[in-house]
Antibody, heavy 127, light 109 residues
Framework: QVTLRESGPALVKPTQTLTLTCTFS??????????VSWIRQPPGKALEWLAL???????YYSTSLKTRLTISKDTSKNQVVLTMTNMDPVDTATYYC???????????????????WGQGTLVTVSS | EIVLTQSPATLSLSPGERATLSCRAS??????LAWYQQKPGQAPRLLIY???NRATGIPARFSGSGSGTDFTLTISSLEPEDFAVYYC???????????FGQGTRLEIK
């Protein structure tokens, strides 16, 4: 079965760089059409999409955060890594990784949704 | 960038009642819209994809409809476990940027 699990620090200081790892099983990110994304949710607020990476190592980022984000993958380890620079208290949130599903067979078809999610990891930014 | 606007922000209903949640897109997304349910302390769960297709294991009381810019999630008869926050989501054509609505909180009246 498909599972995803986020890991990383629970607390970071302002201006520091956050590094989160998503470790998954039940699928391969080397399979054509496959993508994994990161999404975050500040406490009591809505979901915010951050980034995606595809099987071919192409990457796309949220317009508002693209200058601070880097997404990468290690296919051999079944991991996707997200780094976010210059952390601020407003970045306090639960960070989720999720697999992108599609009825069109590719994460680049118009039919795109998140069919499997990790449980999320809460990151607090505070000095 | 496509903006998704959900209404109402909060919906107060009783078990057994019918719930109707709305999601409006700032431009046409054809039928490529998904709905999620999120309970406190849990990750979101996919309910509906491609506007009207139920995800695996989702009860038949959940249904989705709409196309273009206006979409509806309907819960035909509310069960106690349905009280949660609901989000809609779409992906723009190109670049493939993804957006969520701001959510509708469904609470017990």
């Amino acid at each position: 079965q498909v599972t995803l699990r986020e890991s990383g620090p629970a607390l970071v200081k302002p201006t520091q760089t956050l590094t989160l790892t998503c470790t998954f099983s039940g699928f391969s990110l080397s399979t054509s059409g496959m993508c994994v994304s990161w999404i975050r949710q500040p406490p009591g607020k809505a979901l915010e999409w951050l980034a995606l990476i595809d099987w071919d190592d192409d990457k796309y980022y949220s317009t508002s955060l693209k200058t601070r984000l880097t997404i990468s993958k290690d296919t051999s380890k079944n991991q996707v890594v997200l780094t976010m620079t210059n952390m601020d208290p407003v970045d306090t949130a639960t960070y989720y990784c999720a697999r992108i599903g599609s009825s069109g067979g590719s994460c680049y078809s118009r039919s795109v949704y998140f069919d499997y999610w990790g449980q999320g990891t809460l990151v607090t930014v505070s000095s | 960038e496509i903006v998704l606007t959900q209404s109402p922000a909060t919906l107060s209903l009783s078990p057994g009642e019918r719930a109707t949640l709305s999601c409006r897109a700032s431009q046409s997304v054809s039928s490529y819209l998904a709905w999620y349910q999120q309970k406190p302390g849990q990750a979101p769960r996919l309910l509906i994809y491609d506007a009207s297709n139920r995800a695996t294991g989702i009860p038949a009381r959940f249904s989705g409809s709409g196309s273009g810019t206006d979409f509806t999630l309907t819960i035909s008869s509310l069960e106690p476990e349905d009280f949660a926050v609901y989000y809609c989501q779409q992906r723009s054509n190109w670049p493939p940027l993804i957006t969520f609505g701001q959510g509708t909180r469904l609470e017990i009246k």
